[in-house]
């Protein structure tokens, strides 16, 4: 089977995983051209991998009659332009999550999509997660009854750089971290009616002088009128931490990073 040829937009912390993963450890793909506005990083990456093109302006990496199909890690406000134009060209496209930093900027993304037929992924991998779609089947198959409540955390052990952080390129806390939590609410609940919020900056003060904050709390209604929260931290001090809950009448569900040991 013909191996595809991929172009990669964003050489950075996550990019360079990508760089190797698609140049290395997926056999289906070949890495053939990477782009980044960093240009000494997209020569010192193509390097790394052996990839034969570099570019320092993404939009020529679409122009490229080489790629077949695009794999976008850049940061979040250049989603939109990024997959807009990828759709134009008629490119099949993966993008990092999250989708955007404003509701507006995704519904030009998706508007784009739907006006150019092509393949477009988002990377929310919880949905393809082994444990998440075993939860999925058995709230489908009536294991628990029926869900009322959805629960979802996410603590990161660390903060990230002031650069990464700040909403304007990231999208902040809620959009940055929170954004697969928000998918899995959608898609384990469906849509929501009415949210509520609260965030402060409160173990990490420098991250106030981006705009950003530390912790968060969204409570959801779905339009069916159960109910959710999710929490978000970025202090989590005992390290990593993914879970999900699912409230049914007739037992709970529970999945991700699950730690059963007592403090003693």
């Not at 988002?122 to 409540?149: E, L, N, S, T, W």
Request: hydrophobic share 40%; charged share 25%.
């Amino acid at each position: 089977m013909a191996r595809l040829n991929v172009g990669l937009i964003g050489v950075g912390r996550m990019g360079r995983v990508y760089a190797r993963d698609l140049s290395s450890r997926l056999t289906q793909t070949r890495l053939v051209a990477v782009a980044d506005t960093n240009a000494t990083l997209a020569r010192e990456v193509a390097a790394q991998f052996d990839v034969p093109r570099a570019y320092a302006e993404p939009l020529e990496l679409l122009q490229d009659r080489g790629v077949d199909a695009v794999v976008i890690v850049s940061p979040t406000h250049t989603h939109r332009t990024l997959v807009v134009e990828a759709m134009n060209a008629r490119k099949p496209t993966f993008c990092e999550k999250p989708p955007a930093i404003s509701l507006a900027e995704a519904a030009d993304m998706a508007e784009a999509v739907e006006r150019s037929g092509s393949f477009f992924q988002m990377g929310f991998m919880r949905r393809f997660d082994p444990g998440y779609a075993a939860a999925k089947r058995q709230m489908d198959d009536g294991r628990i009854g029926r869900v009322v409540v959805f629960k979802s955390t996410s603590r990161d052990p660390y903060p990230p750089s002031l650069e990464y952080a700040n909403p304007a390129s990231s999208g902040g806390i809620l959009i940055d971290m929170g954004i697969h939590d928000i998918d899995l609410a959608r898609w384990f609940m469906g849509d929501v009616a009415r949210v509520q919020g609260v965030s402060a900056t409160l173990a990490y003060p420098e991250l106030a002088t981006v705009g950003d904050r530390d912790n968060a709390i969204a409570m959801l209604t779905f339009a069916d009128g159960r109910l959710g929260v999710i929490d978000l931290t970025r202090n989590g001090c005992y390290g990593y931490d993914i879970t999900t809950e699912l409230l049914g009448t007739e037992g709970t569900i529970r999945v991700g990073y699950l730690r059963e040991t007592p403090l003693l």
